[in-house]
């Protein structure tokens, strides 16, 4: 499996796209804004999960990189989705280490340390909302779940 960010140039793009093209930036936005949800995760289970448990495999530290720095570009540029900063807020609270050692993504730590650990719980989130998203979707589907068991 590789990994490709090009989210700062795909924001870029969407930035210069003309107001008429309207449905297809916000699906773009959309692709761009579920790929990095997904991107963050698979740096935190790789990081957290044995990957004879999950299936995913260490990251390279280049890897890991591209996803920090696309991270800290949207942090620093206000355009972080309310759900990947609920999510960030999950992961981060449960292994700071996985996020917190990338000391230079400024704008990364400044929202991983004003955003509460459990805002989860009082998001927007069904678990029926994360069908179909992979093993992400099936993390946060059981989250959830057990959740509400409890």
Same mark, same amino acid.
């Given at each position: 499996?590789?990994?490709?960010?090009? @989210?700062?140039?795909?924001?870029?793009?969407?930035?210069? !796209?003309? %107001?008429?093209?309207? *449905?297809? #930036?916000?699906?773009?936005?959309? =692709?761009?804004?579920?790929?990095?949800?997904?991107? #963050?995760?698979?740096?935190?289970?790789?990081?957290?999960?044995?990957?004879?448990?999950?299936? @995913?495999?260490?990251?390279?530290?280049?890897?890991?990189? %591209?996803?920090?720095? *696309?991270? %800290?570009?949207?942090?620093?540029?206000?355009?972080?989705?309310?759900?990947? =900063?609920? !999510?960030?807020?999950?992961?981060?609270?449960?292994?700071?280490?996985?996020?917190?050692?990338?000391?230079?993504?400024?704008?990364?730590?400044?929202?991983?340390?004003? *955003?509460?650990?459990?805002?989860?719980?009082?998001?927007? =989130?069904? #678990?029926?909302?994360?069908?179909?998203?992979?093993? !992400?979707? =099936?993390?946060?589907? %059981?989250?959830?779940?057990?959740?509400?068991?409890?």
């Amino acid at each position: 499996m590789a990994i490709c960010l090009d @989210v700062p140039v795909g924001l870029e793009y969407l930035q210069a !796209m003309p %107001d008429n093209a309207g *449905t297809v #930036a916000f699906v773009e936005v959309m =692709r761009v804004e579920e790929a990095l949800r997904r991107v #963050a995760f698979l740096l935190w289970c790789a990081a957290t999960q044995p990957a004879c448990l999950t299936g @995913v495999a260490e990251l390279t530290e280049s890897q890991e990189l %591209d996803v920090v720095e *696309t991270l %800290d570009g949207v942090c620093k540029e206000g355009e972080l989705d309310p759900q990947l =900063r609920w !999510m960030l807020g999950y992961y981060h609270g449960r292994f700071p280490a996985v996020f917190g050692r990338f000391e230079r993504a400024r704008a990364l730590q400044h929202v991983l340390k004003q *955003t509460f650990p459990e805002a989860w719980r009082s998001a927007d =989130r069904e #678990a029926r909302h994360f069908e179909g998203r992979g093993l !992400m979707g =099936r993390f946060w589907s %059981d989250v959830i779940t057990s959740e509400e068991r409890d």
